[in-house]
């Protein structure tokens, strides 16, 4: 008789054998098997659609990939790609790949580029495709980063200059002669021969925000991510899928290879039409009208159909999974269920390992607690460890491990950050804090978000479930702000649909939390409660915990115990 475990420790088994291929060879058996499958619909806020099939994105990718090729893009190259959710993009990024290279997502945030520059130097990178997008939206950024790298201009062309694509023509000075994807498309390239790739060979790099201010750079093989193809609705469904999901294409959520791999259409926006959160009613229309069986939402996407009027959903449609995850995700986002759709998966996942956990589908009644991710992906496995990374009892607040077939490759030009990621037995270090317990991994925050008040380290997710239950709280964000005497002590920053003052939520937290009636006389009793109009977001739509915890401290008069503190 097997005897049960009682460390931390989750495991769900394989249950059917890896795929062992590349994304380019799922392609072209796409567009052999399905040539008229449109796999990626753009719908754009005009009301306009255009789409690629499975025949004509390997068609124009493949011509790409010769044009590179004859360019002298050779096998385990690194080439850039920069521009928004495009069908353009799409095209690049399976021509990249086809071409024997591997595909190096750029983010442009500063007017100076100097993080990209880095990038581009530290890969040395042959060549960027850039797309500016239909309405020039990311011309500027793109000018910026072209000013400031060293790239191929009209009068400057050597070798050791990066050449730059643009995907559609762009009217840019000193770029008048720059090769165009539709120019590409019309030249004859069938005596050019590709490379075999393999499936251990780098396929793309996304990038993560780093603590030195350059991005860390994760590499991700073909296998890695053929392998296993993320999906998040359920393998059992038996209806045709077309999925909506928006997430920038340079991010590991909204890649379009992970569409390529399972043959999935995808229905898709630029990820700044969503962001918006005034076109809710535009997305749910356009969801309704590609009969969109499923969606990958952002928190906020789901924050924001709630509010839309109950006359949308009348006609009866619902989606069948609507899947969200990124953030510690609670019972308040279950409320789409029935109005938007029958049941919400939330997903738990980073870019470093892919998929990891996910809980649901969750129904109509079924209650989620705050920060339950529910059980490994096949082939997955998680522990929790002490600060010493020994295994620890099941129900014990611990840091989150995961072990994974599907894990990156590496950081690329980083091997001490590798080195600190992984342990020497694989398991990658997550940064979250959590606990086992019922079968389900529970999140509960960050390493980083946990706040030392008096030594105890209380993390805010619990607690920020807590706050939202109270009626008319719209957002909460709790952070720590400096503290004379205890280091730190807990803010609550909140916004409202109607007027609440903090002198509402701090009695709300006085009814549901004991105070002197715990071990060290304070437990998780907030001291300070501060109204927000709106919180400062960042680029994924989160809120931004540092701004917001800065804003708290001036607001607070706190600035002189934070500089005592050094920080």
Same mark, same amino acid.
């Given at each position: ?86 069908? !353009? ?335 020497? !037995? ?142």
């Amino acid at each position: 008789m097997d005897v049960p475990s009682d460390f931390s420790y989750l495991h769900t088994p394989a249950v059917q054998p890896f795929i062992y291929s590349t994304v380019d060879r799922v392609a072209g058996v796409n567009a052999r098997l399905r040539p008229n499958q449109e796999l990626f619909i753009l719908r754009e806020l005009d009301g306009s659609r255009s789409s690629l099939t499975n025949s004509s994105l390997y068609k124009q990718a493949e011509h790409l990939a010769r044009y590179l090729a004859s360019q002298g893009i050779t096998k385990g190259d690194m080439v850039a790609l920069v521009g928004p959710n495009t069908l !353009e993009m799409v095209v690049g990024t399976l021509g990249i790949l086809l071409a024997g290279a591997a595909v190096l997502n750029c983010t442009i945030n500063t007017k100076t580029a100097q993080d990209q520059k880095k990038l581009l130097e530290l890969t040395k990178a042959k060549c960027i495709l850039a797309d500016r997008g239909k309405d020039s939206c990311l011309l500027s950024p793109i000018k910026a980063m072209l000013d400031h790298c060293n790239v191929q201009t009209d009068d400057r062309t050597g070798d050791d200059q990066i050449k730059v694509i643009f995907l559609r023509k762009t009217d840019l000075e000193g770029f008048k002669m720059t090769d165009t994807l539709p120019k590409i498309l019309s030249q004859d390239m069938k005596k050019v021969e590709l490379p075999n790739v393999a499936p251990e060979d780098p396929a793309i790099i996304f990038t993560t925000s780093g603590s030195t201010g350059i991005p860390k750079m994760v590499l991700h093989s073909h296998y890695s991510l053929a392998s296993y193809p993320f999906s998040w609705i359920p393998t059992a469904v038996n209806y045709e899928i077309v999925v909506y999901n928006d997430r920038p294409f340079s991010w590991i959520g909204g890649s379009p290879v992970l569409s390529i791999l399972r043959s999935m259409p995808r229905v898709f926006m630029d990820a700044s039409i969503t962001m918006n959160g005034k076109n809710a009613y535009f997305l749910w229309n356009v969801i309704k009208e590609e009969l969109c069986t499923d969606a990958l939402f952002f928190p906020h996407i789901i924050q924001d159909l709630l509010q839309l009027a109950p006359g949308v959903t009348e006609d009866g449609f619902r989606l069948n999974h609507i899947s969200t995850g990124g953030q510690i995700v609670d019972n308040l986002y279950t409320r789409v269920n029935d109005r938007f759709c029958h049941a919400v998966v939330v997903v738990y996942g980073c870019t470093e390992v892919v998929p990891i956990a996910a809980r649901g589908p969750v129904v109509q009644g079924e209650l989620l607690q705050a920060g339950d991710v529910g059980v490994p992906f096949s082939g997955v496995e998680i522990r929790i460890v002490d600060t010493q990374e020994n295994p620890i009892p099941l129900d014990t607040v611990g840091k989150v491990q995961v072990r994974s077939p599907y894990s990156m490759k590496c950081y690329f030009a980083n091997e001490n950050l590798t080195k600190d990621v992984f342990t020497e !037995e694989r398991w990658f270090r997550t940064g979250d804090v959590g606990k086992i317990s019922g079968g389900h991994l529970t999140i509960m925050g960050r390493e980083t978000d946990a706040i030392s008040r008096g030594t105890r380290k209380i993390y805010p997710g619990m607690l920020e479930y807590l706050i939202k239950q109270m009626e008319f709280v719209k957002d909460v964000c709790i952070v720590a702000v400096p503290d004379k005497r205890l280091y730190e002590e807990i803010c609550v920053c909140f916004t409202t649909s109607v007027k609440l003052t903090p002198d509402d939520v701090q009695q709300y937290c006085q009814q549901n939390l004991f105070t002197t009636s715990t071990v060290d006389g304070l437990g998780e009793m907030p001291t300070y409660f501060l109204l927000f109009e709106e919180f400062p977001k960042l680029n994924n739509g989160k809120p931004d915990k540092r701004a917001v915890a800065t804003e708290a401290t001036v607001r607070l008069g706190l600035t002189k115990e934070r500089e005592l503190q050094g920080v």
